[in-house]
């Protein structure tokens, strides 16, 4: 069975800061792997999507990587701003089923 | 419609009593996913649908909940005797299906409908 970890669960940094965020998972054999942004009392909006045959994906400010054999992918954000402040969860496809499983999520604040 | 749209986003039921959450997902997204996340957790999976069949519900946590998506388009997941444990948001998330049925594309999530059970 798919599990999903993120550490860390919160992290707070001034503004302007480089920031990594990581997510693991414990079977490599995903179909694609999907970091989504998510505000107090709101839905989840997707940032980015790696399939299983890339590396990493670039938007703006953000890069995601994906290391599949080491079940690890992590979310690069630059430059951080106070409107960053949300809770980042990666959620992983496996190569069976539909279902996608989503960590625990890691809460960023970041101070003015 | 432009996104997926949940009703009502917020619910409150006495102990026992029957609940529907209606979810309208993006118009021609073939699959579509109800997830249950509780307070400072990520999303649990609860049931997939392509069109109006119901493909997968082994994380629909007891016989008490039931999803259905009729006509392949609007989804209601209804929950019958709702207990405490119940309480939580409710996610409906749509996306498009690329040839031969896998899913290919980004998850579409709404609002959410978050229940609250006294």
């Known amino acids: 069975k798919q599990e999903v970890t993120q550490i860390p669960a919160a992290l707070s940094v001034p503004e302007g800061e480089n920031l990594v965020l990581n997510c693991s998972f414990t079977d490599s054999a995903i179909y694609n792997l999907q970091w989504f942004r998510q505000d107090p009392g709101k839905g989840l909006t997707s940032l980015l999507l790696?399939?299983?045959?890339?590396r990493e994906q670039t938007s703006g400010r953000l890069n995601a990587s994906l290391d599949k054999s080491s079940g690890r992918s992590t979310l690069y954000i630059a430059a951080s701003q106070p409107g960053d402040s949300a809770t980042y969860l990666c959620a992983v496809k496996g190569n069976y089923g539909q279902n996608f499983v989503f960590g625990p999520g890691t809460r960023l604040s970041v101070l003015p | 419609g432009a996104g997926v749209s949940q009703s009502p986003r917020y619910k409150v039921a006495k102990r026992g009593q029957d609940v529907a959450l209606r979810c309208d997902p993006i118009?021609?997204?073939?699959?579509l996913f109800w997830y249950q996340q509780a307070l400072g957790q990520g999303p649990e999976f609860l049931t997939y649908?392509?069109?109006?069949?119901?493909?997968?519900k082994s994380g629909l946590p007891s016989d008490r909940f039931f999803a259905e998506r009729p006509e392949g388009s609007v989804s209601t997941l209804k929950i019958q005797r709702t207990q405490q444990e119940d309480s939580a948001v409710y996610l409906c998330a749509s996306s498009p299906t690329g040839l031969a049925g896998v899913i290919t594309g980004e998850l579409f999530f709404g609002e959410g409908s978050r229940l609250t059970v006294l």
């Open positions: 118009s021609g997204h073939v699959s």
């Open positions: 649908f392509q069109n109006e069949a119901q493909l997968d």
């Open positions: 790696i399939q299983s045959s890339q």
